[in-house]
């Protein structure tokens, strides 16, 4: 599973780079990064952040129940069929792991948000103040029609525009977080959130890479031109959508669900 490749990316990285770049240390003095710990937080958001710059082929449905059969093969969690097409799963959808709670999301955003409104400013050159998203979404994978609950990603922007997000995860019994930002993929979301600006979006995971938003009329978006691989799903926000992976962009700012950085608030420095 893409949760499990994450993980895997994060125990090959030397644990010293680990605790610089991702520990919370609870102080209030700034933190100092070297390039070890830059080029870690690097690795870890580019994991997350270039998911939707992947393709994925058309995909098909499975029967209830099919086992893979002598005419597919797997890569990593995703199966293909013989005629090079993923094969979604038709499970009920289930949960795993324990929901990140709104205090806890509260807590580590409280403590970490200078540090990641520093990070997402060393990607968005002229950024002014930056605002953390205290909601957010789990994205539901198609492989297995599972949402994996450890994992919540919230969105990060600047006024109205959408410049980043931070996923937060359970990882050895503690919460961390991932910062992302850098690349167009932004002002695309951007735009699909402004398509949409009262309804309440699902996202999804096709494969091991390919994000998908789902609006209420069964809209599929991604970031790329051409045919979606969702496209053949009747109903597939109805079949995908549930109170964990769908979000709502300007529910959250109505609702001032966030915290915001002040401009001329940093606390890294490069060596």
């Not at 949760?3 to 895997?8: H, K, Q, S, V």
């Not at 610089?20 to 952040?49: C, D, N």
Request: aromatic share 10%.
């Amino acid at each position: 599973m893409m949760n499990e490749w994450i993980i895997n990316g994060i125990d090959s990285i030397d644990d010293s780079i680990i605790e610089e770049a991702i520990s919370y240390k609870r102080t209030r003095k700034p933190i100092y990064f070297a390039a070890g710990a830059v080029a870690a937080i690097a690795v870890i958001s580019a994991v997350l952040m270039n998911m939707p710059h992947y393709t994925e082929p058309t995909i098909t449905e499975m029967d209830s129940g099919a086992a893979q059969t002598d005419d597919s093969y797997s890569g990593g969690g995703t199966k293909y069929g013989d005629d090079g097409k993923i094969i979604l799963s038709d499970a009920d959808i289930s949960f795993t792991g324990t929901a990140i709670t709104a205090d806890e999301i509260n807590e580590i955003i409280e403590r970490e948000k200078v540090h990641i409104a520093s990070v997402i400013r060393l990607e968005t050159l002229g950024a002014g103040d930056i605002n953390i998203s205290l909601v957010g979404y789990s994205h539901l994978q198609t492989d297995n029609n599972t949402v994996s609950l450890d994992f919540v990603t919230l969105p990060v922007f600047t006024d109205d525009r959408l410049i980043g997000e931070v996923t937060l995860f359970r990882y050895d019994g503690e919460i961390h977080c991932s910062p992302a930002a850098g690349g167009s993929g932004w002002a695309a979301k951007t735009e699909i959130f402004n398509q949409n600006p009262d309804e309440e979006l699902a996202f999804v995971y096709v494969g091991q890479f390919s994000e998908y938003m789902i609006a209420p009329d069964n809209t599929v978006y991604g970031m790329w031109e051409g045919e979606s691989p969702l496209d053949d799903v009747p109903d597939c926000y109805t079949k995908y959508a549930t109170e964990h992976n769908t979000f709502s962009f300007n529910k959250m700012i109505a609702d001032k669900n966030y915290v915001t950085v002040p401009a001329d608030v940093s606390n890294i420095t490069l060596q």
